[in-house]
């Protein structure tokens, strides 16, 4: 069991057996170079630079790892970010205000639910998550407005 996470430029490294310095002051190649991190012990820590020019750090206790290897793993953990991001957007995984664990349990099975049926009909469609979402609504309000079951009288 290996583990692969981001760290914030402030942590505390130790590169040569000099003594501890930020983690953004130490030279770390492209090939990713083996640091002991303050309080935790010997790490690899890789620099990544993006497109706008941010630095980022990963670190990890597999001290034979190498860039590709990284790289793969950086790209599984993005698609699980994506994942997080759409069920908690589109099926409003976080919102239930309940506190029995069997309506706990139902409301997280149902929003799973309803995210593997916004998946299936964006593979089937083509449409993202949000335009399914948006499409649904939208016929909903049109059946509603061709038969209201419902008249709101106005209070102003």
Known sequence: WHWL????????VNPDGEGNIPLSQAKIPPEGRVVHLKG????KV?????ENGDGQYWATDDLQMDEASREDL???????EVYHRGIKQCCGIERAQVRK???QKNHFLYALRAFLRLEIHKLRTGNSWYEAKVSIIREAIRAYLGNPTYSLTPTA
Not at 5 to 12: G, I
Not at 40 to 43: M, N, R
């Open 101 to 103: 664990a069997v309506a």
């Open 5 to 12: 996470t981001r760290l914030k430029s402030n942590r505390l």
């Open 74 to 80: 950086e790209s599984q953990g993005w698609r699980i």
């Open 46 to 50: 890789f620099r990544t630079v993006s």
């Open 40 to 43: 935790y012990g010997f790490i």
